[in-house]
Each structure stands twice: as C-alpha cells, then as structure tokens.
C-alpha cells in the first residue's frame, strides 16, 4: 500500500499506509462518514479504527484523492 501512495499519488513518506486505508474504508464502514466535519472524521476513525490523525490530514488526503479522480 505504501508503495502505490508514494508512486501513484505522491504523498508524503511519513503517511501512515494503515491510517489511509482505514481513511478510505471508513466512507462505506461509518454511515454519514462522507458529510461529517473535518474534526468529527478525525473522531470517528479514533473511535472505530483506534487511528489517531488530525482533521487537517484527512483534507489533505481528500484532496489528494480528489485530484487523482478517484472519489468525487
């Protein structure tokens, strides 16, 4: 998974593959996830995933998968 991040959508190499995948999991895993605030996602994936990432992160991921064209 690190590998795909790195090459295909240019993250950083201090993402956490497990903390994104559980990011990408959690809009089918957590009903509503896709509309919540920022912070509350953040909550969220504490809450079911025991991962800890900011708000701010999980944007900054969103848009990296904006741009790639693979959510809308």
Known sequence: MKEILLRKMNVNVQINPFHFACFIFAFQDIKGFAS??????????QNHY???VSGRTLRNWCRKLLDKELIA
């Open 36 to 45: 919540m605030p920022w912070e509350e996602r953040a909550m969220e994936l």
């Open 50 to 52: 025991g991962v800890s």
